[in-house]
């Protein structure tokens, strides 16, 4: 594990998804901001590209952080250009949702 960070649900206005989950790009892709992690401090960094990100959503029990639940997240990352965000999208909505329902 690399990093963790928060990420927000955000009501899509398409149909092929409900939500986009927005977080800090920085947080998803530390390789792409160099001013924050500087080369000298994270030599190994410059190493790591895209094909070794793997993201997830985890539900944690709220007083011990034992994951309760994973979620895997769709590869493709949605970038803002000029900023710190990123958009992703669960890979199978539908069971977060159903498993939501029914069990929280």
């Given amino acids: ?20 989950l927005v977080s800090a790009a920085h947080i998803i892709h530390p390789f792409h901001f160099p001013r924050l992690y500087s080369p000298e401090k994270y030599p190994w960094l410059q190493f790591v590209d895209d094909s070794a990100v793997k993201s997830a959503l985890t539900l944690r029990q709220q007083h011990t952080g034992k994951i309760l639940e994973e979620f895997p997240l769709e590869r493709k990352v949605f970038k803002q250009k000029s900023g710190d965000l990123v958009a992703m999208h669960l ?14």
């Fill in 91 to 104: 890979q199978n909505e539908q069971h977060f949702i159903q498993t939501i329902k029914t069990k929280y």
């Fill in 1 to 20: 594990l690399l990093s963790r960070g928060t990420l927000f649900f955000v009501r899509s206005k398409t149909k092929r998804k409900n939500y986009h």
